[in-house]
């Protein structure tokens, strides 16, 4: 399974079905054609600038949370200042999220969309390891359909973001490069 993550991540790729609900299953095989055609997600410019603050001024692996407003648009910015970082993985503070979503988000309206985690130049696609915590984050979500795994490609000048979206389907999970918009 690893090789084929590896291996082309330009298409589409399944993974091994593992403990995800009935419901999601019978959920996609009925309105799995629509994600096939994502279209680009909407990112509010102040979180755009301040994931490129946060995360791009400093030494990968590191992240933060996204959440979006009611109206599709991730709107709304969480650094996690208190996750594990290493040059080769980022670890969420899951108990400093959670208290986050709950007294700050959910009273308003915002629900977690994805995690972005910065990687070092060259690494632009999220890792199986990535992929699979954000299917099993995805399978604890009663609230979103799809999760967003963007990469911030660390350079020497002016990092790079690159957004990528995970869902269940009949074959498992999929990942996809999608495009994005500043708004
Ligand atoms: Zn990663």
Redesign the pocket.
């Given at each position: 399974m690893m090789n084929q993550c590896a291996s082309d991540f330009g298409g589409w790729f399944a993974f091994a079905p593992h403990a995800f609900l009935a419901y999601r299953i019978a959920y996609f095989v009925k309105h799995g054609e629509m994600y096939l055609n994502l279209q680009a997600v909407s990112i509010a410019k102040s979180v755009y600038y301040q994931i490129l603050h946060d995360l791009g001024l400093r030494q990968p692996?590191c992240g933060g949370v996204l959440g979006m407003a009611r109206n599709g648009v991730i709107s709304t910015w969480y650094h996690d200042l208190t996750g594990k970082s290493s040059p080769t993985s980022?670890s969420p503070d899951v108990l400093a999220i959670n208290s986050v979503l709950r007294d700050e988000w959910q009273p308003n309206g915002i629900k977690m969309a994805g995690i972005v985690?910065s990687?070092s130049t060259g690494k632009r696609v999220?890792?199986c390891g990535?992929i699979n915590y954000g299917l099993r984050i995805l399978d604890s979500l009663d609230t979103v359909d799809v999760f967003y795994l963007p990469i911030l490609e660390i350079q020497p000048v002016v990092p790079n973001l690159f957004c990528y979206v995970i869902f269940r389907n009949s074959a498992g999970g999929r990942c996809k490069r999608i495009p994005y918009q500043i708004v």
């Open positions: 692996e980022y985690h990687h999220p890792s990535d």
